[in-house]
């Protein structure tokens, strides 16, 4: 045990899985299993009707899938039953042909020689079956049905011999006692492998002798209703233990651990630690392969049921490199140790980890030094860093780097004073406003300011320093680039000469 702590941590705690030892969680009632541990089909065939005679068409196979009592019984009977009926006959044969009463006559040429009653009749037809021959009984020449009846006695019994002595022998050599020697855990474990979750089981192979073309499988035995209401009972699915990707060929020559990695194509995609609890399903695995000492094909089966899965659990090693060697310690074959897993499904993570994270907040930061007019009048109508360049039409940038660059740059470099009210507006601008009703969107207003700003500086850019008033200190241009106007003085007066022809023709 301080081995295994110093390896895996003291937050590891190995668990036995052996069904002697008792748990405090509370014992569930025991269900049915299609298949058993062993790898025993628990399913019964009934009401066959008529059909019962399909097994007579296929006697062999019924021969050898019977047990073991049941055939030697068959064995028995079957030599028993034919080797009286043949003595019979050699009996009959000699009793018609009157060479009972007249054995010791030595004149007189029998059937069969040497044959007095039954007892000697039969002991006859056993030299003749088994080929003894101990000389002192023998057919004669003047006997022609005695030919017919030993030649019949040899077809027979060639038939019969081939029939029974190779259905047990096919019955002797039949591979299943190899699967005897195939070990499977006695539990399934789902835990993290490589970052994905996966369910994983334990196989191993006990002898020296390889298993040729190892394949495995699974097969999840599960009832489910259909959406049109078929109700489907014991519904089989496939589960991929690596299919696609070569990994259920196995080169069994010590124990693995078989993966089927739970993703949006598992039929277990949406199991979860709490819902493994309220499930009914049955996994069952079957690993076939060649036996390399017979060539015949060998199964193994089993199956984990769902209180046989254990959530957050991991598969102790039980490879060891010695001097020269690898060992395996199969005393620690089915034990288990708990690692840390999330108890989701991984449906569950995927829609945590899809989810879009929170969009920027479109109210002002504490940081934001301009008012809420300046925030309502801005060109893209949300809040700008500071220290960015103002967004200007393309029309304005150009007259702007052509008349006035330097004021520009400092107005970009620095957060301006921008007009507050449409009182600081050009009237022309203020009129264009004021046709708008008073259900029409803010950004319908803006546009029409920009359009109009945006004309009177093309006419007008180069006249902005001339119309500046020398006593007061430059204003730093606002969004539409006007200088605000003089204290004391009209609007008007700082207009352009078109805005203020415009006004007089008003």
């Known amino acids: 045990?301080?081995?295994?702590?110093?390896?895996?941590?003291?937050?590891?705690?190995?668990?036995?899985?052996?069904?002697?030892?008792?748990?405090?969680?509370?014992?569930?009632?025991?269900?049915?299993?299609?298949?058993?541990?062993?790898?025993?089909?628990?399913?019964?065939?009934?009401n066959l009707g008529g059909e019962t005679s399909r097994y007579l068409s296929d006697l062999?196979?019924?021969?050898?899938?019977?047990?073991?009592?049941?055939?030697?019984?068959?064995?028995?009977?079957?030599?028993?039953?034919?080797?009286?009926?043949?003595?019979?006959?050699?009996?009959?044969?000699?009793?018609?042909?009157?060479?009972?009463?007249?054995?010791?006559?030595?004149?007189?040429?029998?059937?069969?020689?040497?044959?007095?009653?039954f007892p000697s009749a039969f002991l006859f037809f056993i030299e003749t079956e088994a080929t003894i021959g101990y000389g002192y009984r023998y057919i004669t020449e003047k006997c022609p049905e005695g030919i017919i009846l030993f030649l019949f006695q040899s077809l027979l019994g060639s038939i019969v011999d081939a029939f029974l002595i190779g259905c047990m022998f096919i019955k002797?050599?039949?591979?299943?006692?190899?699967?005897?020697?195939?070990?499977?855990?006695?539990?399934?474990?789902?835990?993290?492998?490589?970052?994905?979750?996966?369910?994983?089981f334990r196989v191993g192979n006990l002898r020296n002798s390889h298993m040729v073309s190892a394949q495995i499988r699974c097969k999840l035995i599960k009832s489910r209703q259909t959406p049109e209401g078929e109700f489907l009972p014991l519904d089989q699915r496939e589960l991929d233990v690596g299919f696609g990707t070569g990994a259920d060929q196995l080169f069994l020559v010590s124990p693995l651990t078989i993966c089927h990695e739970i993703n949006p194509k598992s039929p277990?995609?949406?199991?979860?630690?709490?819902?493994?609890?309220?499930?009914?399903?049955?996994?069952?695995?079957?690993?076939?392969?060649?036996?390399?000492?017979?060539?015949?094909?060998?199964?193994?089966?089993?199956?984990?049921?769902?209180?046989?899965?254990?959530?957050?659990h991991r598969f102790l090693p039980v490879m060891s490199l010695e001097e020269g060697f690898f060992r395996v310690d199969y005393s620690q074959f089915h034990s288990t140790f708990e690692v840390p897993t999330p108890p989701y499904s991984v449906k569950e993570q995927e829609e945590t980890s899809c989810l879009p994270s929170p969009a920027p907040p479109l109210t002002p930061t504490p940081g934001d030094p301009r008012g809420r007019r300046e925030r309502i009048f801005s060109l893209d109508g949300v809040p700008v860093a500071e220290g960015t360049a103002c967004r200007l039409p393309s029309k304005l940038q150009r007259m702007s780097s052509r008349n006035g660059k330097g004021a520009l740059k400092a107005a970009g470099a620095q957060p301006a004073e921008k007009a507050s009210s449409?009182?600081?507006?050009?009237?022309?601008?203020?009129?264009?406003?004021?046709?708008?009703?008073?259900?029409?969107?803010?950004?319908?207003?803006?546009?029409?300011?920009?359009?109009?700003?945006?004309?009177a500086h093309t006419q007008s850019a180069g006249e902005l320093e001339h119309h500046r008033p020398p006593s007061v200190a430059a204003p730093v241009p606002?969004?539409?680039?006007?200088p605000l106007p003089a204290p004391g003085g009209r609007p008007e007066d700082n207009l352009p000469a078109k805005l203020r022809r415009m006004n007089a023709d008003r």
């Open 478 to 482: 606002g969004p539409n680039l006007h």
């Open 1 to 46: 045990m301080s081995a295994i702590r110093r390896k895996f941590g003291d937050d590891y705690q190995v668990v036995n899985t052996s069904r002697g030892v008792s748990f405090s969680a509370p014992a569930k009632r025991k269900r049915q299993r299609f298949v058993e541990k062993n790898g025993r089909c628990n399913v019964q065939h009934g």
């Open 60 to 117: 062999f196979t019924t021969l050898v899938d019977l047990k073991w009592r049941w055939n030697l019984l068959i064995f028995l009977l079957t030599y028993t039953v034919a080797w009286l009926i043949m003595a019979s006959m050699w009996w009959i044969i000699a009793y018609i042909r009157g060479d009972l009463g007249r054995s010791h006559d030595d004149s007189y040429t029998p059937c069969v020689a040497n044959v007095y009653n």
């Open 268 to 312: 277990f995609f949406d199991l979860s630690q709490r819902s493994l609890m309220s499930e009914q399903f049955e996994i069952v695995v079957i690993l076939e392969g060649i036996v390399e000492t017979t060539g015949m094909t060998c199964q193994a089966r089993t199956s984990y049921t769902e209180d046989e899965v254990l959530w957050g």
């Open 422 to 455: 449409t009182g600081d507006l050009p009237l022309c601008v203020q009129r264009l406003g004021s046709l708008a009703g008073p259900d029409e969107p803010e950004t319908r207003l803006e546009l029409k300011a920009l359009r109009v700003s945006s004309e």
């Open 172 to 200: 002797m050599s039949q591979p299943k006692k190899r699967a005897e020697t195939l070990m499977f855990s006695q539990d399934a474990v789902i835990s993290q492998r490589d970052g994905k979750l996966c369910l994983m």
